[in-house]
Every structure is written in C-alpha cells, then in structure tokens.
C-alpha cells in the first residue's frame, strides 16, 4: 500500500490551517429559553432590513439567527425538544466558498471566519443554496430604501454605521459581528495590549438574558468558549459534511 | 420620405444643421462631465484651508477625531467662532459672511466631506494615524489649496498599493491589511 506524505504535498497544512480556528461560539440549547433576544439584538446591530409581511411569507425574511423548534412523537404525546439558535457556523471548510463565482464569500485569512464581502456580490445566490445550515439571507428588495417605502425614512437613525446597508440583490450573514472585533482589536491596540477574553461579545451573547451564548477565542485552550466546547456533551451540527463548523452546541448536559 | 430628408441634409444648409446639432450635443456632453467633475459647493464658498496652515493651525485642531476614531469630524460653528470671535475682521470681511451670518443664527455650517468612502468601506482614521502616517500623505498638502479636493482618486487599488508597501516582509501584517474582512463588512 503507498501512503503519501501529506507534509510534502502541502494538503496536511492547508488541513491544519482549516482545522483551526480564531474566533468562536457556543450555544447552550440546555438553559436557551427560546425568548428570540438574540434574534432582535442582531437584527439592530448589523442592520438587517425588515422585509414586511407580504415578503415574509414568500419566505424572504431575513435573520442572521434564528431559533430553531424541533418536536418530538407522535401527537398526542408531542414533546418539544431544546431550541436551538441557528446561525452561520463560520465553517472551516464552507461549502458557501467554492460555489461562489464573483470570490464574494472567501475565508478571512486575519480573523478566520467566513467573510461576504457586499460590494463583491452579484446575487448568484448559489452559496445560499449550498448552505447545509440555511443561514444566509438574500436582498430581494431595497429594503432600506426611503425613496421607496417612506416609514423607513424615520428609522434611519437606528442604523449602525460600522456595518454596510446592504442593498437590493445581495446575499448576506452573520459575520461574527466582525466590527466589534475589530473595534475591540483597534482599542487594545491603541493602549498597547491583547484582546482579553470576555472583554467584547457578539450582539446575540450581549443580549442573551441566560447567557447561553459565549463568544470567544477558540484557538486560546484558557478562554471560557474553549473550555465550554470541551465538554462531552458539545456536538457541531452536520460534522458529517465535514464543514468544521465554529459553533459548538451543547446539549443534554447534567 | 427618408432619402428626401437625407437629400436635404446633403446640402450645405442641410450639412451645417448637422454641424449645429452635432456641436450641441457635444457641448452638452462636455458641460454635462464637467458638472461632475466640479467640488461641492461649501457653506463658506471661499474657505482658505492654506492661510489656516500657514497661521500655523494644526490639522487635528479643528478635524480631532483622526487619532481617537473612525471619523476626523469637520468643525463646528462654535470651533472657528472660538477663534474668529477675537478677529476684528470676522465682523466685516464678505468672506467670512457666512460664518458670522451662522452664529448670529445659531445655525451649524453644513460642511461637505469631499474625501470619503463608498458605505461598503468600513475606514478608520485612528490605526493609520497610529501608524505613523501624516494627513498629508493621504489628503495632499494643504499648504498649497484653498478648497479641500481628493489629491487622488481614493479608491481601492490605492488603499491597497500603500497596505501592500507597508506590509511588505511581514507575513502577518500583510495578511492582516491585504484580507477582506478588515475594510468590508
């Protein structure tokens, strides 16, 4: 049997280098108590564009996160099983990534995770498509255009101005909040030290009343997200895609 | 019908009627780029950015926010008040019409930024004051202009020249300032 040497054909490294990750989450589905707090935090900090009732049912709404309702048994004995906040998992190994013919969603080389850059997107729509998780969401409107939906002019001043307004035609996701690490970055630049753990936190894990999001350095053994994701009750959603997904779930904890 | 119209336009009235037409639309075009090419028109027409230098104000007087944030914020009435208050010729000068005219008023002067960014551009002044560049290498030498205009098209493949230069021999940092994800989210 040949073996061959993955260090001399540089497919060990370039596994290496997806296996390892910078920054992650993990969602605990066991105190999660379905309130959508993380839903609404979300949705203020990145912008995201209420789509109306008519677009909503064509299933066009757009979130970031969601939570997830699962059901078990047959009715009568139906019996709800944890809910489950779904966001974009910041795959190692993306299936969005490949598909997308304009190199809009690439793998940010500095922060590690999965990156849609806007003013790249044509709206192809294939990396929603390839997405196991369902996550991304798709600009089928102006949304936020008050030329054409003058209610949105008064809403204006919610906007935050560290992340784009996208407009029509474009995929989006989660980013990992990436304008508060960045702003967390620059500030413990400028005094002169690291990032410490627990200093920042994504919008859903700020907002999140039980504190079952914890965002943090996945690639630091010390930080509270590693030593959550370590237990044996954490499991990733659709490990067997070979996504490598950033998120660790934990469910079914004592 | 058609080839009486062409006939017509054969003859020498009919060729400088073309020619007229032809030179208007022309014009047009010209005039029409030229709109677009043209600065915005400020609240103080005539501001000299170049007597400010040469009293020898410094720029982050009156833009401060440069070295503390994302933007280095244009100034308000009561900033140049602060100063022109105590020159007599704010009182007379035609020139300084407007900024006299705004604080009797108390209404604020509603300056035009000129060199910004497309909104998909997440741009921070902050980290590159830090590292050691001068509002000049990027704004031009205002010692010289009155109104502010863009030296340069600021775009980019000239963000992206100058990161490149900066990081050249550090892997890290190149990888840092050349990644998506630092200027578009």
């Given at each position: 049997m040949t073996t061959i040497d993955l260090n001399l054909v540089g497919a060990k490294g370039a596994l290496v280098e997806e296996a390892e990750g910078k920054w992650g989450m993990v969602i605990d589905q066991d105190i999660?108590?379905?309130?959508?707090a993380c839903v609404v935090a979300c949705a203020m900090e990145n912008n995201i564009?209420?789509?109306g009732e008519e677009d909503s049912g064509y299933g066009r709404s757009m979130h970031w996160i969601r939570i997830e309702r699962f059901w078990e048994g047959e009715y009568p004995e139906v019996k709800m099983t944890h809910y489950q906040p779904m966001?974009?998992?910041?795959?190692?190994?993306?299936?969005?990534e490949p598909v997308c013919p304009a190199f809009a969603t690439v793998h940010s080389q500095a922060e590690k995770v999965n990156l849609q850059v806007y003013n790249r997107?044509?709206?192809?729509r294939y990396c929603a498509n390839n997405?196991?998780?369902?996550?991304r969401s798709f600009n089928?409107?102006?949304?936020?255009d008050d030329r054409l939906d003058e209610a949105i002019a008064s809403l204006k001043?919610?906007?935050?101005?560290?992340?784009t307004v996208r407009r029509r035609g474009i995929m989006e996701k989660c980013t990992f909040c990436i304008q508060r690490i960045h702003k967390a970055q620059d500030k413990a630049k400028s005094e002169g030290r690291a990032v410490a753990d627990g200093e920042f936190t994504t919008a859903c894990a700020q907002a999140c009343p039980a504190d079952a999001i914890v965002f943090g350095?996945?690639?630091?053994?010390?930080s509270l997200v590693s030593q959550l994701a370590r237990q044996s009750h954490g499991v990733h959603h659709l490990e067997e895609l070979g996504t490598l997904p950033r998120v660790t779930y934990l469910v079914g904890g004592q | 019908m058609i080839q009486k119209a062409f006939k017509w336009l054969m003859q020498p009235l009919g060729l400088a009627a073309v020619l007229i037409v032809a030179l208007a639309v022309f014009s047009l075009v010209v005039w029409g780029i030229a709109q677009t090419q043209k600065p915005p028109e400020q609240?103080?027409?005539?501001?000299?950015h170049q007597l400010h230098v040469s009293f020898g104000?410094?720029?982050?007087?009156?833009?401060?926010?440069a070295v503390r944030g994302p933007s280095p914020g244009l100034p308000t009435v009561s900033k140049c008040w602060?100063?022109?208050?105590?020159?007599?010729?704010t009182q007379t000068s035609v020139k300084l019409a407007p900024l006299k005219a705004a604080h009797d008023s108390g209404t604020p002067l509603q300056w035009v930024p000129v060199a910004q960014v497309p909104d998909f551009v997440q741009f921070n002044h902050r980290p590159h004051v830090a590292a050691?560049?001068?509002?000049?290498?990027?704004?031009?030498?205002?010692?010289?202009?009155d109104i502010y205009e863009n030296?340069?098209?600021?775009n980019m493949g000239w963000c992206l020249a100058c990161h490149k230069e900066k990081s050249a021999g550090n892997p890290e940092l190149y990888i840092k300032l050349t990644d998506c994800g630092t200027c578009h989210y």
């Open positions: 999660c108590t379905g309130c959508q564009a209420f789509v966001l974009c998992q910041q795959c190692g190994k993306a299936p969005c997107c044509v709206g192809t997405c196991p998780y369902q996550v089928w409107r102006d949304y936020n001043n919610h906007f935050n101005p560290d992340v350095r996945v690639d630091d053994p010390e | 609240p103080v027409p005539q501001f000299p104000v410094q720029c982050l007087y009156c833009h401060p926010g602060g100063c022109h208050q105590q020159i007599a010729k050691g560049l001068n509002c000049e290498n990027c704004h031009g030498d205002l010692s010289k202009v030296p340069q098209v600021m």
